[in-house]
């Protein structure tokens, strides 16, 4: 039996940025967390879109697609479809005390902040919220409206982590791939896992 640092649940969204996303999960897994994965719809297309990725609609065909990508341990990797209601995620008494939406569209946002619940990921970041755990919502939009700030500022008062797709260039980073690892990078640092991928200010690794 396999004995992993710890459980977080990762949610995968429409927003551009699936390249965040895939890096987050690269590096949990190098980690040694066990991975709880909620892709929506929208992601699916934008992973084809953006990287190439034709993910499967079925969990399980998902499940052992990224598996394979990351090589991971069986079961390190369970991907969850979206009204799957009896998976761990969906329960106050099973699901990981962290959760990270990555990257997280408006709507996805605005559909937590308003506690609907509609499908998986949503009622997985609803559990979060009300058992006290740790949120962190990576939203990839520009410029945002009067109504995405107001739900970002009611997340937030609920204890929500809010950290936009916005990498940093005082790392003077020289490809794409710098700039996705400055906000992995922090997206780890923010949920208590050691990484090297992004040195700190005044340090160098």
Same mark, same amino acid.
């Given at each position: 039996m396999n004995t992993y640092?710890?459980?977080i649940t990762l949610a995968i969204t429409g927003a551009s940025g699936s390249l965040y996303a895939l890096r987050l999960l690269e590096c949990l897994v190098a980690a040694n967390y066990q991975v709880y &994965? @909620?892709? #929506? #719809? %929208? %992601?699916? $297309? &934008? /992973?084809?879109? =953006? &990287?190439?990725? +034709? /993910?499967?609609?079925?969990? =399980? %065909?998902?499940?052992?697609?990224?598996? =394979?990508?990351?090589?991971a341990q069986p !079961?390190? *990797?369970? &991907?969850f479809g979206k009204e799957q209601w009896f998976s761990p995620v969906a329960s106050g008494s099973a699901a990981p005390k962290q959760m990270i939406v990555c990257p997280c569209s408006t709507g996805t946002l605005a559909a937590i902040s308003q506690g609907m619940s509609?499908? /998986?990921?949503?009622?997985?970041?609803? $559990? $979060? *919220? +009300? =058992?006290?755990? !740790? @949120?962190?919502m990576v939203p990839r939009e520009t410029p945002f409206s009067t109504i995405h700030l107001a739900n970002m500022h009611s997340l937030s008062q609920m204890g $929500?982590?809010?950290?936009?797709a916005a990498p940093g260039f005082y790392h003077q980073p020289e490809s794409i791939n710098d700039l996705i690892d400055f906000m992995v990078g922090r997206m780890l640092d923010h949920l208590g896992i050691e990484q090297s991928i992004m040195p700190r200010w005044g340090y160098s690794n």
């Open positions: 640092n710890g459980k &994965v @909620l892709i #929506s #719809s %929208a %992601a699916r $297309v &934008v /992973l084809d879109t =953006e &990287v190439g990725i +034709k /993910l499967p609609g079925n969990p =399980e %065909a998902a499940t052992i697609a990224l598996t =394979e990508r990351y090589k !079961q390190q *990797i369970t &991907v509609d499908n /998986l990921i949503e009622r997985a970041a609803d $559990v $979060v *919220i +009300k =058992e006290r755990g !740790q @949120l962190i $929500v982590t809010i950290m936009p």
